[in-house]
């Protein structure tokens, strides 16, 4: 799939399509079903669909207005870069609200009688705000995903890849493998063909061999209250799973008993998170696309400062 800004009526967009060497008809199908998935949602973190559009090359398009910040994969990429590659994000309060958005956002779909049957890191949208708000958005509700072969059969439930039934247990399934990854960084199974992947969920999470799951598994193991319920969860029998996401959000401690953060009870941590974005939007030039938070993140520098350097860094 691709993403493509766009504008639509004065709207910030994104104009999703699927290009060669998918065939045009089934793309044309995969897009339609999304559409009418996605509408029959009525949740804040779902991402709301503008409509289908056929551009001048006759591909189909289907457009969402573009959510606030980033992709929830690129957070994690950021989280990594910090620990040196060897762990992601900590089960912080920042996580665990994201985590508890998205689940009650699935829970809605389900509700109305919609699968999302593809959620991945790159389906999910979190955005910051310097007063310490954050926004979560859903994407990418396919019902039944297509199964090809590629970076998404890593995300895939064994059901899935053996051309089964998908319901709400797969899609607990997708939510306990986010959690995995925004802990670790990786997903337990690498392969990314579809006969190779289904083989390859026979062993459960907790018990690959190679090193790096193996690290992994030992991160999440540092939350007792998270390693459980995400071994039940990612388990090849669906049987074995949690019978709905709701089920597994109480598991992970983020049901009805988490207290919803006000602004009148924001911690210390998004106190100085929201005193830093402040400073920081002051102190930096950012381009219109890009994150204050995000950028802050980076530690990037002010421009003045970079382009003092510009000339040694030339003659080297």
């Known amino acids: 799939q691709v993403w493509t800004p766009a504008r639509c009526d004065g709207v910030q967009a994104l104009a999703k399509s699927y290009p060669v060497p998918i065939d045009p008809q089934l793309a044309a199908l995969w897009l339609q079903t999304e559409f009418q998935a996605t509408a029959l949602i009525a949740h804040p973190a779902v991402v709301r669909p503008l409509g289908l559009w056929s551009g001048p090359d006759g591909m189909l398009h289907l457009l969402f207005e573009r959510p606030p910040g980033r992709r929830w994969d690129e957070i994690v990429r950021i989280g990594q870069q910090r620990h040196g590659y060897l762990a992601a994000r900590g089960w912080d309060v920042v996580t665990q609200t994201v985590v508890r958005a998205v689940g009650d956002a699935i829970q809605a779909a389900h509700y109305a009688g919609v699968a999302h049957a593809n959620l991945t890191a790159e389906s999910v949208w ?6 310490g708000d954050l926004t979560v958005k859903v994407t990418d509700f396919a019902r039944t995903a297509p199964v090809v072969g590629g970076p998404r059969t890593r995300w895939m439930a064994a059901e899935q890849l053996a051309g089964g039934v998908v319901d709400a247990r797969t899609d607990v399934f997708h939510v ?11 997903t337990p199974w690498h392969d990314e063909d579809p006969a190779a992947a289904r083989i390859a969920r026979g062993v459960p999470a907790a018990q690959i061999r ?16 998270v390693a459980e319920p995400l071994r039940r969860a990612l388990d090849a029998d669906a049987r074995i799973r949690p019978a709905q996401v709701g089920e597994l959000l109480s598991l992970l401690g983020l049901g009805q008993a988490l207290p919803v953060r006000s602004k009148a009870g924001m911690d210390l941590g998004f106190a100085v998170a929201a005193a830093a974005a402040l400073v920081l939007a002051a102190s930096l030039s950012l381009p219109a696309e890009d994150s204050k938070v995000t950028r802050a993140m980076l530690d990037r520098q002010p421009l003045t400062a970079c382009s003092r350097q510009l000339p040694s860094v030339a003659k080297q």
């Open 126 to 131: 979190v955005d910051l705000s310097p007063t």
């Open 210 to 225: 190679d090193d790096r799951a193996q690290a992994a598994w030992g991160l999440v193991s540092r939350w007792p209250t």
């Open 176 to 186: 306990a493998l986010l959690v995995y990854f925004t802990l670790t960084g990786i």
